[in-house]
């Protein structure tokens, strides 16, 4: 089966090279560290799309088997990064600042601090 290997290896070939480029320390930054020891990590948002295929050509005729088909196979991917905020260590609290205004995030965001405050009120 020389063309599932052709076609195993063009698919194989593109997955390695997307995966190399959306890593983790694609998806969370290099931590920088400020003056007063505190700790800004950005973080964003990788979207992977990728296309790929293959098949055989030629005249249609009999072929004997060690010969096989000619094979055509190509492949397109896109990567989308988007930076979406930063997580701030300063040693006593830990938070997340983000860079969107999407309302949903916002509402998510928001109600994380009121749990938060409504928990260290009662402690």
Request: glycine share 14%; with cysteine.
């Amino acid at each position: 089966m020389e063309e599932e290997r052709k076609i195993n290896g063009l698919i194989g070939g593109t997955l390695r090279a997307l995966g190399g480029m959306a890593d983790a320390n694609t998806v969370l930054g290099t931590p920088v560290i400020t003056a007063s020891g505190a700790q800004i990590i950005p973080f964003s948002k990788v979207t992977l799309g990728n296309l790929s295929g293959g098949g055989e050509y030629g005249d249609v005729k009999v072929i004997k088997e060690i010969d096989g088909m000619p094979f055509a196979g190509g492949s397109g991917s896109v990567i989308s990064l988007k930076p979406m905020g930063f997580i701030i260590d300063d040693g006593k609290s830990c938070r997340v600042v983000r860079l969107t205004d999407e309302p949903l995030d916002n509402l998510i965001e928001k109600a994380s601090d009121i749990l938060r405050n409504v928990t260290a009120k009662q402690n």
